[in-house]
């Protein structure tokens, strides 16, 4: 069993910048995924962003259109942990962002389907607002 904890989250003005954490314990090892996704008050849980890693390489990142060239994840293997930087954020970014992880390494669209996710952390509120 996978357990995730994010944190990071807050209040921000638009424009501003945030970076979110999120911690992965127990069977980390091996080939995986881990995604950020978020949840805006009425809406539905959407792909943010993620990447894979297997026993040879780190994939590339892969991000949804409405935050590439704004939002940046890094992966830091040793420790578990999948970060994300976000710039230039807007109001409409406001909502619950969670952590989510898979023993299994996906690749592109792949990354986008939250029932491919087993494991899910408690999510971190973001705000956007002036």
């Known amino acids: 069993q996978v357990q995730l904890v994010e944190s990071g989250g807050g209040l921000v003005r638009p424009g501003g910048s945030m970076r979110l954490s999120c911690v992965a314990s127990g069977r980390t090892v091996g080939s995986n995924t881990m995604a950020w996704f978020r949840q805006a008050p009425g809406k539905e849980r959407e792909f943010v962003a993620g990447?894979?890693?297997?026993?040879?390489?780190?994939?590339?990142?892969y991000y949804a259109d409405s935050v590439k060239g704004r939002f940046t994840i890094s992966r830091d293997n040793a420790k578990s942990t999948l970060n994300l930087q976000m710039t230039n954020l807007a109001p409409e970014d406001t909502a619950v962002y969670y952590c989510?992880?898979?023993?299994?390494?996906?690749?592109?669209?792949?990354?986008?389907?939250?029932?491919?996710?087993?494991?899910w952390g408690p999510g971190t509120q973001v705000t956007v607002s002036s």
């Open positions: 990447s894979s890693s297997s026993r040879w390489n780190d994939d590339s990142p």
């Open positions: 989510a992880f898979s023993p299994v390494a996906y690749k592109g669209v792949g990354l986008t389907r939250m029932d491919l996710f087993k494991n």
